[in-house]
């Protein structure tokens, strides 16, 4: 089945500094993958959709600035987190969807950020 | 817009009971309903998925049926076991380039 890896599967940092987390589709190749967050206990939130080769598209109230999407080719997407505080931590969720599916979406196992 | 509404949990069970978990949509074209388990500290697995009016998903022992009648889509296993302990989402998408819709999650406690 398709495969969807996410690195770092946790990461702790300082306040004020950046946080690159990367999700990969291993073996299919991903036109738009998405990025979630989830706090504790609660559904997913969709922040963004990424497109390959193009800007991401966010959802209302998130900060494009602050959370940087780059999906520089079909396997890969990245999220950046700039300039993190500790209300930035959280699980972060990559899902990839495979183009010969019917709009399945295959999910990262998540990174877990803790923001000090 | 489209949206999905699912039971409230927790659900706390005793295993081997059955296991029902509602599930219905509002959906403005002719979605396809997913649900995808997620178990402590990991992310979202597909657990099965149906495409149209009444499509039957199945896998590990649970069902969920496409009801495009009554628009519900409900989770159902037989017998659940400890290891089925996990959050449980129902999800929709109608389109190939929009993002899943999910519900609230349903946290599933199956005691033994």
């Known amino acids: 089945g398709a495969v969807v890896s996410q690195h770092p599967s946790w990461v702790i940092c300082k306040s004020g500094t950046s946080v690159k987390i990367e999700c990969r589709s291993l073996d299919f190749q991903a036109t738009t993958m998405f990025w979630y967050r989830q706090f504790p206990k609660q559904s997913l939130m969709l922040m963004a959709t990424?497109?390959?080769?193009?800007?991401?598209?966010?959802e209302q109230g998130v900060e494009k600035d602050k959370f940087l999407i780059n999906h520089a080719s079909l396997t890969l997407s990245t999220l950046t987190v700039t300039s993190a505080h500790p209300e930035d931590s959280s699980f972060y969720i990559c899902?990839?969807?495979?183009?010969?599916?019917?709009?399945?979406?295959?999910f990262g196992p998540g990174t877990r950020l803790t923001v000090t | 817009g489209n949206s999905v509404t699912q039971m409230e949990g927790p659900v706390t069970l005793s295993e081997e009971a059955f296991l029902t978990i509602n599930c219905t949509y509002t959906?403005?074209?002719?979605?396809?309903l997913f649900w995808y388990v997620q178990y402590p500290g990991e992310g979202l697995q597909l657990l099965l998925k149906?495409?149209?009016?009444?499509d039957k998903g199945s896998n590990k022992g649970f069902e969920a049926t496409y009801r495009k009648e009554t628009t519900s889509f409900h989770l159902e296993k037989g017998s659940v076991q400890v290891s089925d302990s996990a959050v449980y989402f129902c999800a929709l998408v109608d389109s190939g380039n929009t993002p899943l819709v999910f519900g609230k999650g349903t946290r599933l406690s199956v005691i033994a």
């Open positions: 899902s990839a969807r495979d183009p010969s599916g019917r709009y399945e979406q295959y």
């Open positions: 959906a403005t074209g002719y979605p396809s």
């Open positions: 990424s497109n390959e080769g193009s800007k991401a598209t966010y």
């Open positions: 149906a495409t149209k009016a009444d």
